[in-house]
């Protein structure tokens, strides 16, 4: 028996329009599935804290809307990613500091460097 040709298509919704709103909508969720695919990320501890960000912003009265789905999935991956020491909040607050720090430093046209 040969296997089925797996295919997932293009990234655009049935009515043609794009599946992801935002570009971070799809690098958050394409960051998630590489760090479950690799064991990094255990699946059930995974579905349960996205499960309970999205409860906490229903509970909030927040919108069932891309923006709340995709802001509950990067808490949620920040909580994992936290708890599990893959990298600790301190250290991307800080990180992204730099990061900011950077581009608003950066002449437009060149390249942005970042401290090591």
């Not at 699946?43 to 996205?50: A, C, G, K, N, R």
């Not at 912003?57 to 990613?81: M, Q």
């Amino acid at each position: 028996m040969t296997q089925p040709e797996i295919s997932r298509g293009s990234l655009r919704s049935r009515d043609r329009n794009p599946a992801f709103q935002e570009q971070w909508h799809a690098q958050v969720v394409a960051i998630v599935e590489l760090l479950l695919a690799s064991g990094k990320l255990d699946p059930e501890d995974w579905s349960q804290t996205l499960g309970a960000e999205l409860v906490k912003r229903a509970r909030a009265g927040e919108t069932d809307d891309d923006a709340t789905y995709y802001g509950a999935f990067k808490a949620a991956l920040e909580l994992v990613l936290d708890r599990t020491g893959i990298a600790l909040y301190s250290e991307v607050d800080r990180r992204e500091c730099e990061w900011r720090q950077a581009y608003l430093s950066t002449p437009h046209g060149r390249p942005v460097a970042l401290p090591d």
